[in-house]
């Protein structure tokens, strides 16, 4: 996997809801929240979090949440293309697993 270290700054915006996933990303340092429609925090992560690729696991192409940095720090960005050529690799009972973890997810929202 190839990414690009990316710096990041509090209020940067990294996707917005309905945006088409085209990176994932690896959180290094800093900190970054998600949002709703609503414009309601509805999680945050911190250093060592891959963000950005629940819904690919559910078969969607845009994000449903919207990520923004709070505290300054970098991310490294790939293509999601490489979460896609993974997630055809896994075994079905994999996927069913994987599936059921985004719904967990993706229903806090």
Known sequence: MSGLIEPIVPGQVIFEIGQQIEKCFILQKGS??????????????????????TELVKGKSTHSTKAVCVTPG????????????????????????????ADQLLNKI
Do not use: C, Q, W
């Open 32 to 53: 970054v929240h998600f949002f709703n429609g609503r414009e309601e925090k509805v999680s945050g992560i911190a250093p060592n979090t891959m963000f950005g690729f």
């Open 74 to 101: 970098t991310v490294v960005s790939f293509s999601s293309e490489v979460i896609k050529t993974k997630l055809s690799a896994y075994g079905e009972d994999n996927k069913l697993l994987l599936e059921s973890l």
